[in-house]
Every structure is written in C-alpha cells, then in structure tokens.
C-alpha cells in the first residue's frame, strides 16, 4: 500500500544549529514529492517540489531537500534555523490516483 | 497577491445541524481539494475536483458529507447531520493541473475550525 512516513513527532533544535526532517514513502514508483509548513492557526504553505532532474532541490526560506530514490526518501534540511522556522512541516507525496500527507513533523526551536 | 478564501473562518454547530463551508479557489486553478486536519488523524484528503468534476472523493463519509462546485469560483462542503466527531479544521485548497502531473503545487486557505457541540 502506498504510505508516506515521517519518523519523527517533534524536534528541537538551537537557534542557529542545522535541521533534517525525514520523510519515507513508499510507492510503485516515483511520486512527485513536496514538502510544506504550517504555522500555527494558518493553512499550509509550499517549502518545496520534486518532480524529476536534480535530485536536491532548493525552496524557500532557505530550505532544501534531496531525493533519494535507493532509500525511498525525500528529507528536507536547513544549514541555519531561526526562531521564525518553529512550525509543523508536512511532507506530500502525489501520484496519479492518490495524494498522501505524512504526519507531521512539529519543529520547535531552543534560543 | 492571489489567494484562496473561505468561509467562514470559525463555526460552531450543535449536533444535527447542516454545516456549510465555502472555499473561493484561486481564478484560473483547475483544481479544488477538501482536507479536515485533527489532532488524532492528521491532514485527509475528503475530495477534489478537477475542471469542476469530482475526481476522487474516497475520503469522504458519503452517508453525511457532500462536496459540489456549482462554478469554478465556489466550491462548498456540507455535513448533514453534524456530529461531534466532526469537529476539526477543514482546508481547501487550489492548484492547477497539467497534463503531466496529478496535481502540482497545492495554494492552502486558511481553513475553517468547525465544532459540533
């Protein structure tokens, strides 16, 4: 069956320190992959996408992302965050026949 | 700055009234997605329509739940009867498609927090 996972609940991270969230999934094949944010109180908004070509792909507020497909992952990373970046961050995947939300990954960031 | 809308932002019901929520997509997306987001099941997917034909409303209680979109520019949901477990945040959201993705970026409204009392 197909299912996105993200392993990880809840991190904390310092201000200034670097970040990796995870995301799994597993499909027949390639799905396109997205990742979005959530801040609290408002709807989602795209970080960003993978859909094919280079497997690291660069979104916004800093955030990239790389596409591996031998481990069936798309992690999303930040080399820097701030306090701005505490949020819930939500990964997508999307075929032709289903769309698939993970969990969530609720980041809190330590001053 | 181009944004879907919708209506109305928070409700409150009691148990077995007709709850109406509204979703104004983006001018020129061709498609329209339902989530309802809650602590315990996260963001589902209910429907989505595409060119204003349902594509996919698996995710939806069928006995009480119905989504329509009467033009390209509206897109509602209705619960009748509302029940408790209802009680959730539900997000609509537009995107358009190409022929050679089920679905691209997806522009989020600020959801509707429905409690059915």
């Known amino acids: 069956a197909q299912s996105v996972t993200q392993p990880d609940i809840h991190i904390t991270v310092s201000e200034g320190a670097s970040l990796e969230l995870r995301c799994n999934y597993s499909?027949?094949?390639?799905?396109?992959l997205f990742w979005y944010v959530q801040s609290p109180g408002q709807g989602l908004q795209l970080l960003l996408k993978?859909?094919?070509?280079?497997?690291l792909v660069q979104g916004i507020k800093g955030f990239e992302a790389e596409f591996k497909r031998s481990q069936s992952s798309f992690n999303l990373r930040k080399p820097s965050v701030h306090w701005s970046d505490a949020a819930e961050y939500f990964c997508?995947?999307?075929?032709?026949?289903?769309?698939?939300f993970g969990s969530g990954t609720r980041l809190s960031i330590r001053p | 700055d181009a944004r879907v809308t919708q209506t109305p932002r928070h409700k409150v019901t009691e148990m077995g009234q007709e709850v109406t929520m509204r979703c104004q997509p983006i001018?020129?997306?061709?498609?329209v997605f339902w989530y309802r987001q809650t602590m315990m099941q996260g963001l589902e997917l209910l429907a989505y329509?595409?060119?204003?034909?349902?594509?996919?409303d698996s995710g939806m209680p069928k006995d009480r739940f119905s989504a329509e979109m009467p033009d390209a520019t509206l897109a509602t949901l209705k619960i009748q009867p509302s029940e408790p477990r209802d009680s959730a945040v539900y997000f609509c959201?537009?995107?358009?498609?190409?022929?050679?993705?089920?679905?691209?970026?997806?522009?989020f409204g600020p959801g509707t927090r429905l409690t059915v009392l």
């Open positions: 959201a537009s995107g358009l498609n190409t022929r050679f993705s089920s679905t691209d970026t997806q522009y």
């Open positions: 499909y027949g094949a390639t799905p396109y």
């Open positions: 993978y859909f094919s070509g280079d497997t």
């Open positions: 997508l995947c999307s075929s032709a026949s289903k769309i698939i």
């Open positions: 001018l020129g997306h061709n498609t």
């Open positions: 329509f595409r060119n204003r034909a349902p594509l996919d």
